[in-house]
């Protein structure tokens, strides 16, 4: 098996970007995501990972009912 070698190639800064605004995001701050934007599972895979990648920094997430009663929203929260 052969492999072309590259010589100068940049390594990309950031292999997992977020949808998520986690980087900027304080202590105390929130965002919601409307069931049907994404799935429940992928947002709390998604702040899961970025848990275990990040340990400087903790988020969960919280079913909660938007206005309306039949509007869900995941919500996220920076605790720490």
Known sequence: ????????????TNRHNS???LEIMKVGDSFDV???Q??????????????KRNPATKFITRQVN???RDVKITRVWRVA
Not at 1 to 12: A, L, Q, S, T
Not at 38 to 51: A, E, P
Request: proline share 11%; aromatic share 8%; charged share 20%.
């Open 66 to 68: 938007g206005q309306g």
């Open 19 to 21: 949808p998520f605004p």
């Open 38 to 51: 994404m799935k429940v599972s992928s947002v709390c895979s998604r702040i899961g990972t970025w848990n």
């Open 34 to 36: 409307r069931h049907g």
């Open 1 to 12: 098996m052969e492999f072309k070698i590259d010589h100068g190639r940049p390594i990309p």
